[in-house]
């Protein structure tokens, strides 16, 4: 099963600016958590606030 491309998204931005492939881990993780709830799926999209966090 492929990875969605908001993760992707993340995981490119990270290697971009060259962070510790364990950095990149817990983002990918971080995100996977506070962007789906075990009952009701995805939440509202965060990506813009990941995108900030990023820039």
């Known amino acids: ?28 993780a971080w995100a996977r958590m506070s962007s789906y709830s075990s009952t009701s799926g995805p939440r509202v999209s965060a990506g813009p606030l990941y995108a900030a966090a990023l820039d």
């Open 1 to 28: 099963m492929g990875e969605s491309a908001f993760l992707q998204s993340i995981r490119d931005a990270v290697r971009v600016r060259h962070y510790a492939r364990s950095t990149e881990k817990a983002y990918v």
